[in-house]
């Protein structure tokens, strides 16, 4: 199983460009997150969704927008990048019977 | 408890030793707790986890303290090897079954051969 991917790797986007960050699982999971990680902090959660066709605000949501039209995919979407939208950002999923979140690798954004 | 700030608290353990991370929680509604440890490029990756109810849970070399009376969470690791070296974290869920964990700041350990 490759578990959760998350594409690209790394980024480079000039202030008010957008883009969307991909992420997929495979294991059926019915749980997806975005999580922002700035250097030296903890992680924050961006969107969350418990299922297709649902999904809700976390902690950190303004300036990105999700979608979860399949189980699988969970794409996160910057319109206006900014600068403090720098960080790195992960894809986690999980089922509703497990506290445990699998992790995908990250993307590393920069906003110049 | 957690720190503030741009630099991770750091412990740092001679190899064989048991290193013991804390970690201070704000919420008494929170059900449960994760720890997770995330090693230099890569994603967090689950260590255990323990409820509310619970004081105590132990995994594989591995065990989590719960004292709720002060809101305080502690991992033991056992024998800490050089592999150990990451950044811990823990996670408290206020979010019931929606899985809205909210992190700690993360302690950095580090292994000295």
């Known amino acids: 199983n490759a578990g959760v991917t998350q594409t690209p790797k790394f980024r480079i986007l000039k202030i008010g460009q957008s883009m969307t960050l991909q992420c997929t699982q495979d294991?059926?999971?019915?749980?997806m997150y975005w999580y922002r990680q700035d250097p030296g902090m903890g992680l924050k959660l961006i969107y969350y969704s418990v299922g297709a066709g649902i999904t809700d605000k976390g902690e950190v949501p303004n300036g990105y927008n999700v979608s979860r039209s399949t189980t699988e995919d969970f794409p996160l979407r910057l319109e206006l990048a900014a600068p403090s939208q720098t960080s790195v950002y992960f894809c986690?999923?999980?089922?509703?019977?497990?506290?445990?979140?699998?992790f995908g690798q990250g993307t590393r954004l920069t906003v110049v | 408890g957690e720190s503030v700030g741009l630099h991770l608290p750091t412990l740092s353990v001679q190899e064989g030793d048991n290193s013991i991370i804390n970690c201070a929680y704000s919420n008494s509604a929170s059900d449960y707790f994760i720890w997770y440890k995330q090693e230099s490029g890569k994603g967090p990756q689950f260590i255990i986890d323990i409820r509310s109810n619970m004081d105590k849970r132990q995994g594989q070399r591995v065990t989590v303290l719960l004292n709720k009376t002060v809101k305080h969470l502690s991992l033991q690791i056992a024998a800490t090897q050089p592999g150990d070296s990451a950044v811990y974290f823990c996670?408290?869920?206020?979010?019931?079954?929606?899985?809205?964990?909210?992190w700690g700041l993360g302690t950095s350990l580090a292994v000295n051969p």
């Open positions: 294991m059926n999971h019915n749980y």
């Open positions: 986690a999923s999980s089922n509703q019977l497990s506290t445990e979140a699998f």
């Open positions: 996670a408290e869920n206020r979010g019931g079954n929606n899985r809205k964990l909210i």
